[in-house]
């Protein structure tokens, strides 16, 4: 829990400095978050490559594991259909639209705003930075309460990259490989879920 | 996208490599980067005046529906984590 304090200070300190302007991300000339995300997969990748003990584990994973994507897809949209029906003021293939970014809040944003117009890509934003904050913050009780794919599954296209070193923590390092395999698959979803949301 | 997969393959061959030596900084240097990029994404939300002014009005909505696809997709993944246990015991640490 400590971890994830630390992580959440960061972020607000971030808010904080983009709000004052003391910073802006053009500032630095170069690509930093994409510097920095390569820098951190290296280290992931050497922290699995290092680990042969972990990559035997994964051997013993049931194939049934590498309907996870698909699990995940499902899922997320049953949730969203559910919730789109309750909430009268967006309608249905929005809502759907919004939550098939799966933490993808770049790309799914963009193709939002570009369709339905930048309040729904607003939000499709903010929902998909939310479910990436709940990944890292909630990963341990989703453990304890639905199991170790849990976490990967609520990472949605993040468990790849960002949300990925959590996960190897939470659910252990025999996870990594499934998360990054669920990762790539859900994320490779995302820009053709979003438009068929949005053009129905 | 397909930089970041093969700098990870990269890295993932760069491990393998240096197998059964102990690296005690990777885990430092993993969190440090962590945090750089949590800070960036908050330097990127404050910046953004459209993100600032909509928090108000449609952050509820979006936790709403950012709740709404974990809830789903947890559950269905908690159903497909017993169903894989079910045919034979997976080892866990």
Known sequence: ?200 | MFTIILIMATGIGLGWLLRGRKMPFLGRITNALIWVLLFLLGVEVGGDERIVNGIASLGLEAILISVAGVAGSCLLACGLWRWARSGKEVKRK
């Open chain 1, 1 to 200: 829990m400590k971890g994830s304090l630390i992580i959440v200070a960061f972020f607000i300190l971030g808010v904080i400095a983009g709000r004052m302007e003391w910073l802006t991300i053009d500032k630095f000339g170069f690509d930093i978050s994409f510097t920095a995300l390569a820098m951190l997969m290296l280290c992931v990748g050497i922290g699995v490559g290092s680990d042969l003990g972990a990559l035997r584990n994964l051997k013993t994973l049931d194939r049934r594991l590498l309907l996870l994507p698909l699990v995940t897809i499902c899922g997320t949209l049953l949730g969203c259909l559910i919730l789109a029906v309750i909430i009268p003021w967006r309608t249905i293939p929005e809502t759907l639209a919004i939550g098939s970014g799966f933490g993808y809040y770049s790309l799914s944003s963009i193709f939002i705003t570009q369709y339905k117009g930048p309040e729904p890509g607003t939000v499709a934003l903010l929902a998909n930075i939310a479910r990436e904050i709940i990944t890292l913050l909630g990963a341990p009780i989703l453990l304890k309460l639905a199991g170790p794919l849990a976490p990967i599954s609520s990472g949605g296209a993040t468990s790849m990259d960002t949300t990925l070193p959590i996960i190897s923590s939470v659910s252990g390092k025999e996870f990594v490989i499934l998360s990054i395999y669920h990762g790539f698959t859900v994320d490779f979803s995302v820009p053709f879920l979003v438009t068929f949301f949005c053009s129905i």
